[in-house]
């Protein structure tokens, strides 16, 4: 795991690529939960008898819960050692290429893209790949965007 101990060292990585992490199972409990705590009950993810007729064969996690992994797999990539309050200040873009199937694992790679000095502190984005095991495309593609605080 990369850690990160300045400034200076964080924005001297920019274009670096780390990881996969290992390997994350997805189960069908954290879709069901996933599906609990956001409202979002469709048939592909909850249903398996009606899943296992449709398209994918089974059910598939929700595109929003492969993202929701990317502190996560994050955390086996790199930390931030920096003293400075940190928080998520939004996603510049965001893909889901591949469905995940439930029973299907997932990893990630992390590179930093930017990290721009603002107002408030520096912006670093990073990009995350999270790919499928034994899966041609990824299942996402995203760029998040963290607002390093000075202080």
Request: glycine share 8%.
């Amino acid at each position: 795991m990369r850690v990160f101990r300045s400034l200076d060292e964080l924005s001297a990585a920019i274009g670096e690529e780390m990881g996969p992490s290992p390997w994350v199972p997805i189960t069908q409990k954290q879709v069901d939960e996933f599906a609990d705590a956001t409202g979002d009950h469709q048939w592909i993810h909850v249903d398996r008898a009606r899943a296992a007729a449709g398209p994918f064969g089974g059910t598939i996690a929700h595109g929003y819960l492969t993202l929701a992994l990317i502190p996560l797999l994050a955390s086996e990539l790199f930390h931030l050692d920096l003293h400075h309050p940190k928080l998520n200040y939004g996603i510049n873009k965001v893909r889901f290429p591949h469905v995940v199937p439930v029973g299907s694992n997932v990893r990630a790679t992390a590179t930093i893209a930017d990290v721009e000095d603002v107002a408030a502190g520096k912006l670093m984005v990073t990009r995350y790949v999270i790919e499928i095991e034994d899966a041609e495309k990824p299942a996402c593609v995203a760029e998040t965007v963290v607002l390093l605080l000075d202080g």
